[in-house]
């Protein structure tokens, strides 16, 4: 247990010392878009960068604002690093102009469509030798962390900016159970 975790932090420590939240924004893009499809064959949109062949790779998990040109920057500043980024879109490309329309497209997130995306992510950075580690900003925060529950033996570490606290255990999402069938 000690090495995991040892790895783990190690992970983590690596993916904040890259030092690329609040750097300057991209120029242009790097990547390219993608659909994903899931094992349910549903699909979602994604945007992927950097090497193929990196040794680390990163999932990003969209905010309460939703998928965005933001999003993709920071995937792009991870892929600068040399790593395999992947900015994931877990709203169905709806995204909200205001609080209030946030707010409502976070009460409609089906939790278990999510997961299934969240794995399929993973899946899709997954390969032997790679380190995986997601991260995600408030609500994508608290998605990033369910990624790692959802297949922790692929994930090596999650780093949350302002990721949701719990302040309900019996209500905590990263609480319930996950289905082993996802």
């Known amino acids: 247990m000690g090495r995991v975790l040892t790895t783990a932090l190690s992970a983590a420590v690596i993916l904040l010392a890259a030092g690329c939240a609040g750097a300057p924004p991209a120029p242009q893009l790097m990547g390219r878009q993608i659909v994903l499809q899931t094992p349910l064959s549903t699909t979602f949109d994604a945007y992927v960068a950097g090497p193929e062949d990196a040794k680390r790779a990163v999932m990003l998990v969209n905010s309460r604002w939703g998928f965005n040109t933001e999003l993709e920057q920071e995937a792009d500043r991870y892929a600068a690093k040399g790593y395999r980024a992947l900015a994931i879109d877990v709203f169905d490309g ?3 102009k205001s609080m209030k329309e946030s707010a409502l497209i976070l009460r409609q997130v089906d939790q278990v469509a999510v997961d299934v995306d969240l794995k399929a992510a993973v899946d899709y950075l997954y390969r032997p030798g790679r380190q995986v580690v997601t991260l995600g900003w ?3 925060g608290a998605e990033a ?8 033996d692929k994930v090596a570490a999650t780093v949350m900016y302002d990721g949701l606290p719990i302040a309900d255990a019996q209500n905590a999402k990263s609480l319930q159970p996950v289905d082993p069938a996802v």
């Open 94 to 96: 709806r995204a909200g």
């Open 145 to 152: 962390l369910r990624a790692a529950e959802v297949d922790p």
């Open 138 to 140: 408030e609500y994508g």
